[in-house]
């Protein structure tokens, strides 16, 4: 059986994502939509698709399953249109830019025929799951963590900079980092934070402080501005005379001991869609729209990463903490 698939946005990411689905054998790449209509049709000739000048042309175009894969903000219609025809919806992060939508989606995942998965590639990268291996294992058991994420700038493409289209730079890009800290240490009790504004037209540095159920505390740096020194992502995991720390998708090192050998992965050889998760979340989500397995990232998971990027807003609006999880907006 070929799973029929449309891909709404033609852009980097879009692109990403077509370039896995038209290798893989059990998927047929039906369409490419996109506002732009030259950059439909570039990306359509070169996985050997059609382009379509929007998303409704596209959703009458036979389709099993759709790729959200158009700015933050316009996240949420094309999801709710497709889970409401009973397409199974893959969404590029962020699930929406407010925790209403957010919620439309989760609920409307719950009702519809399709299943519906959250594009969070970090968990499927070489270097995460070797962290979170370390967890399984009990190999490490966290008790303090530093996380660091940042942009060396909100230009390219122009819209990341403008909060009216990203929701605000949290949603753009340390919205990952706070999926990765949940996936690894689990769910977060509250949030502490600061920003500050120096270069774009919104905050653009944050300081935050993250209590887990569990326990463990973490900082979290994130800034918008920072020039792209490497490496501009990073998690530290403290144990007991323990630690792992990660270095943006390439490396990572593991101290199971003051004197013991440290092990060491390397990733700068694989390629790029390999080592950073694409192509194994996008392989995960075929299977499920198969029938094969459950989807691998769910509308829940959307969900509480939403909520945690709230929350940090919350935080920093109040300059006070924020305990999670937050009010439900249906109550």
């Not at 490396?251 to 013991?260: D, E, I, M, N, T």
């Not at 691998?296 to 109040?318: K, N, S």
Request: aromatic letters at 8%; hydrophobic letters at 40%; one cysteine or more.
């Amino acid at each position: 059986m070929s799973l029929r698939v449309g891909l709404a946005g033609a852009g980097f990411i879009g692109r990403v994502h077509a370039r896995i689905l038209a290798r893989d054998p059990r998927v047929t790449l039906v369409g490419v939509a996109d506002v732009a209509a030259d950059t439909a049709r570039r990306l359509a000739d070169e996985v050997g698709s059609r382009p379509f000048p929007g998303i409704e042309p596209l959703l009458d175009a036979g389709l099993d399953a759709l790729y959200v894969c158009t700015p933050n903000r316009l996240h949420a219609d094309p999801v709710l249109a497709g889970l409401e025809r009973g397409l199974h919806v893959f969404s590029e992060k962020p699930m929406a830019t407010s925790l209403a939508d957010a919620w439309r989606i989760r609920e409307a995942a719950r009702r519809a025929r399709g299943i519906y998965q959250i594009g969070f590639n970090r968990r499927f990268s070489y270097v995460y799951r070797f962290v979170k291996r370390l967890l399984a294992e009990g190999r490490l058991t966290p008790r303090v963590a530093h996380l660091k994420m940042n942009r060396g700038e909100l230009q390219e493409p122009p819209w990341t900079g403008d909060p009216g289209v990203t929701g605000g730079y949290l949603y753009e890009t340390p919205i990952h980092l706070l999926d990765t800290s949940r996936h690894l240490l689990g769910e977060v009790a509250e949030v502490q934070g600061w920003a500050r504004q120096s270069v774009y037209a919104e905050p653009d540095g944050f300081t935050l402080l993250v209590r887990f159920c569990s326990g463990v505390t973490a900082t979290l740096a994130t800034v918008a501005h920072t020039s792209w020194l490497f490496p501009f992502e990073r998690v530290e995991l403290y144990g007991v005379h323990q630690a792992v720390v990660t270095e943006e998708m390439e490396a990572a090192s593991f101290s199971p001991g003051p004197r013991a050998q440290v092990e060491a992965l390397e990733c700068r050889h694989i390629p790029f869609e390999e080592k950073w998760g694409y192509t194994e979340e996008d392989r995960l989500f075929v299977s499920a729209a198969l029938g094969r397995e459950p989807p691998a990232v769910t509308a829940e998971d959307g969900y509480r990463a939403t909520e945690l990027v709230e929350a940090c807003y919350r935080a920093i609006r109040q300059d006070g903490p924020v305990r999670l999880p937050l009010p439900e907006p249906s109550t």
